[in-house]
């Protein structure tokens, strides 16, 4: 069936880095694709959308990449903080109602 | 706003006994969402409400299972009788509007079941 997965299970990278978490979807009717964070114990919390039209959107230190040729999502977090420590799931929307989550990526910052 | 409320935060019971979670959304949203999160599959939708209509219920996984809303600020989950495998942790989330891809999550209730 269509789902949305990512490579990477843990990301490991040092503060002031920049990150790239990478998500890959096997559905190309999706008009939405969307980033979410969730830190330990709490629930995912939604930090950037990019539309299908679209192939890249900024936000504040996040940029997110959308290349539909290979179907292929990214997240890029510049200078990252020990706050950016987290589970990032990439989710896609399409133009329905509901969201579908891929299974998440770990980001660890260590100093 | 105090966001997504959800309550218990932490739900132990044993098997065969029936829970019941509980979620009250931001005011205003009018969509409502249930989801299920554990480790094997990750963030599954069970169902989700507009207006406080079940729309989608594809995403739950029995009969053993069911949710209601009542009202356009509260919503239950609930699993009669409870099993093992329903041990996970389960969030409601709300949204507002068409397409929004935007929800704001609750921080769940852990369920347990020895």
Known sequence: GESVGLHLPTLSVQEGDNSIINCAYSNSASDYFIW???????GPQFIIDIRSNMDKRQGQRVTVLLNKTVKHLSLQIAA????DSAVYFCAENKNTDK???GTGTRLQVFP | ?????????????????EVTLRCKPISGHDYLFWYRQTMMRGLE?????NNNVPIDDSGMPEDRFSA???????????????????SAVYFCAS????????????????????
Do not use: C, W
Not at chain 1, 36 to 42: D, F, V
Not at chain 2, 1 to 17: F, K, L, N, W, Y
């Open chain 2, 95 to 114: 949204s507002f509007g068409v397409g929004s891809t935007e929800a704001f999550f609750g921080q769940g209730t852990r369920l347990t079941v020895v």
């Open chain 1, 36 to 42: 979410y964070k969730q830190e330990s114990g709490k």
């Open chain 2, 45 to 49: 939708l069970l169902i989700y409400f």
């Open chain 1, 80 to 83: 990252t903080q020990p706050g």
């Open chain 2, 1 to 17: 706003d105090a966001g997504v409320i959800q309550s218990p935060r932490h739900e132990v019971t044993e098997m065969g006994q």
């Open chain 1, 99 to 101: 969201l579908i989550f």
């Open chain 2, 68 to 86: 209601k809303m009542p009202n356009a600020s509260f919503s239950t989950l609930k699993i009669q009788p409870s099993e093992p495998r329903d």
